[in-house]
């Protein structure tokens, strides 16, 4: 049940004026289960948002936690300060990097953008070719809502109202023949880089055609366009893999990070920078600084969180089931498309899909996609809104049992329209 109570609490991506009485309170959680305040249980088909990868209420990362409070909350990491465990999850993450590595940590999946972006630029710069400033990504890319993501998003309604912007190009997410014509147009003497998620993920859920990502990361190189990939959604398992790009056998020259690090436990995120990018700034002392960082960047218990995360996710056989049961999700999802009322189910690479609704449907009922996530609800079952349909990306704790619920909960929503 929703609370009637009026809320203080301005939502990020929220209609205010349907939800300033209309909450949903989430109050506990245990592996996909939440419960709301009055009791009603619920499975998290969502892991909230993209994130809780190892489940809801493991006490193994609480206990890691209050280890670390115990000793100290955190401290800075600029200059030359540093905390123990900031040290070893930045040597963690460069072992498990694909490619020769320094971390940049930041505190979430947005700033880990415009860090990338940033350093793109910077880097740039500091080996003498300041004109390199244009930024590429694709239609449907979601890249957080910082400055340059809101510059780079795919998804036009997060683009718009907001006034000028950074100069940007969009490219259609599926065409390499798009994004080397738009590297040719403007010169690639001034395209600093491409952002690409490995797999779409809030732009709802598409899988790479495939060879594009070998194609991009060929083009970049061919180019000299640095490649970023956009992990934000897709690393620490949630396609099988520590950075979702494993999958494609590339290397790119920054990976950003964030949401799966932690499981959501603690705000953390970064980027994993190549050697090439890292040079310059790391060669010798007075060489060029990269003036950037949060005042929280390398927190020292969202350090420990992550650590604690890491190892659940290897110890208990995690990490790979993103590729393990992304078959197993899709399959359970896939039978939606003989409704009449769907469109597209997509999927299949990594434990996410998305039901896309029929245009039918849609031009007859537009608030379709709210009331299907309002009777998925009903059934027990939280999904997530996004365009044209919804989509699912349960913990990698979630079996096939869990998969069944989640079909039957959009199955009976779809029988209401």
């Known amino acids: 049940m929703a609370s009637t109570e009026e809320t203080r609490l301005w939502h990020p991506f929220a209609d205010m004026g349907a939800v300033r009485q209309n909450e949903l309170v989430i109050e506990r959680g245990d592996d996909v289960w939440v419960w709301d305040e009055d009791g009603n249980r619920y499975l998290d088909a969502t892991a909230s948002l993209w994130y809780s990868n190892v489940g809801h209420g493991r006490p193994e ?14 401290y800075s990491a600029f200059g030359d300060f540093v905390t123990p465990v900031a040290r070893e999850l930045a040597s963690t993450l460069a072992d498990l990097a694909p490619m020769a590595a320094r971390i940049f940590l930041t505190t979430g999946g947005g700033e880990s953008i415009d860090a990338a972006a940033k350093i793109a630029r910077r880097y740039w710069s500091a080996i003498g070719q300041p004109d390199r400033t244009l930024l590429i990504s694709r239609t449907a890319g979601y890249h957080g809502t910082n400055g340059f993501g809101t510059a780079l998003a795919g998804i036009p309604a997060n683009r718009e109202g907001f006034g000028p912007q950074v100069e940007t190009v969009q490219v259609p997410h599926d065409s390499l023949e ?34 594009y990502l070998e ?39 920054m990976i950003t990070f964030a949401k799966g690090v932690t499981s959501g436990y603690l705000p953390l995120g970064g980027v994993v920078a190549s050697a090439r990018v890292a040079e310059p700034f790391w060669q010798a002392p007075g060489g060029p600084m990269l003036r950037h ?67 039918e449907l849609l031009s007859a009922r537009p608030g379709a996609v709210g009331e299907l996530v309002t009777a998925a609800r009903a059934q027990g079952v939280l999904v997530r809104g996004l365009g044209r349909g919804v989509a699912v990306s349960p913990p990698l704790t979630a079996t096939a049992e869990h998969f069944g619920l989640i079909h039957d909960a959009i199955s009976h929503g779809l029988s209401t329209f």
């Open 61 to 74: 990362i609480a206990a890691a936690v209050a280890e670390q409070f115990k000793k100290l909350e955190t």
């Open 215 to 253: 194609g991009l990361a060929a083009l970049c190189k061919r180019t000299g366009v640095l490649f970023i990939a956009d992990a934000v959604i897709c690393a620490f398992g949630r396609l099988g893999t520590w950075f979702g790009v494993e999958r494609f056998d590339v290397q790119p020259d």
């Open 178 to 211: 798009a994004l080397q014509a738009a590297i040719e147009k403007a010169g690639a003497e001034r395209v600093a880089a491409v952002f690409a998620e490995p797999v779409i993920g809030a732009g709802g859920v598409y899988p790479p055609m495939p060879g």
């Open 293 to 359: 960082g949060a005042t929280y960047a390398a927190h020292a218990a969202c350090c420990a969180a992550a650590l604690a995360n890491i190892d659940l996710l290897g110890r208990d056989g995690l990490l790979n089931r993103g590729q393990e049961m992304e078959s197993v999700l899709y399959g359970a999802l896939k039978p939606l498309a003989d409704s009449g009322k769907v469109s597209e189910v997509r999927g299949g690479v990594g434990t996410m899909a998305a039901v896309e609704l029929s245009d």
